[in-house]
C-alpha cells in the first residue's frame, strides 16, 4: 500500500464530496498516512484519497492536492521517509532544549532568594549552563534551515530530472511523427539534385549555340524524367 506524509495541515472527513463531509480529525505535518483506495479527483479539480492516519487508525478521506494547487500529501519514496525521521528528530530535540532551557531559568529564580551559602553556588552553575544551552540551540537551529535547504534543492533536481525525462520523450514522439516528412524532404531533394544535374548541359549553352547541344533531345527527356520524379516525391 502507498504511504503519505501530511505536508500541510488538513482535516480528514467522512465522506468524499467535501460539501457533504464532516471533519473526523485534523493532521498536522509529518504525520504518516496509509492509502486505502486510489486517488480521484471532482469536476472542481481537487484530488482526494481514503486513507488511515497510522497512528491512530482513524480513517476518512483527505485532500492530497487543492485546485489551486496546494499540496497537503506527498507520497513516502525512501528519500521523504528520511526526511520525515530527521524532520522528528530535529523536532523533539528542539523540544527538549527549549524544556531545559526553560528549567534552568525556573530554577535559577527560584534560588535568587538565597543570597549565600551552597544554592548561590548553585545558581552560579546554573548560570554558567544557560549559555551552553543557548549555543546547541542556535546551532540545532542553523541545521534545521541547512536541511530545509537541501531538501528543497533535491526536489528542485528531482523535478530538473523529470521535466528532462518528458523532453527526452517528447523529443523522441516528435522524432516518429516528422520521420515520414523528413524522408519525403530528402527524397525532393534528392530529385531537385538530379534534376538540376539534367537540365546542366542546357542551362550552360549559350542562346544562339542551343543548336550546337549534343543530343538536346535525350536532355530533355531526361529533365522530363526527372521533374516527373520531383512531382510524384512532392504529392506524396
Known sequence: KLRYVCVKTVSVTDDVDISKSK????????EVLEALGAPTTDEGGITR???SVVSSGKTGFVTLKSNQGTVYLEIIHPFNEYCVQMDKTLEETFKSLTKASNDLMSKQKELAKHKEGPLVEARTELAK???KVTSVMTS???LKKKAHAEKANFKKKEQAEKTAHIAARERKEAEALTAPAAEKVAAVEACAKSLEEAAAPLVKVEKDAVSACEKPCSVKEAVDKTLAALTE???Q
Open 233 to 235: 516525391a512532392v504529392s
Open 140 to 142: 540545532l537551529d542553523t
Open 129 to 131: 549552563l544557560r549559555p
Open 23 to 30: 471533519t473526523t480529525v485534523k493532521i498536522e505535518p509529518n
Open 49 to 51: 484519497i481514503e486513507c
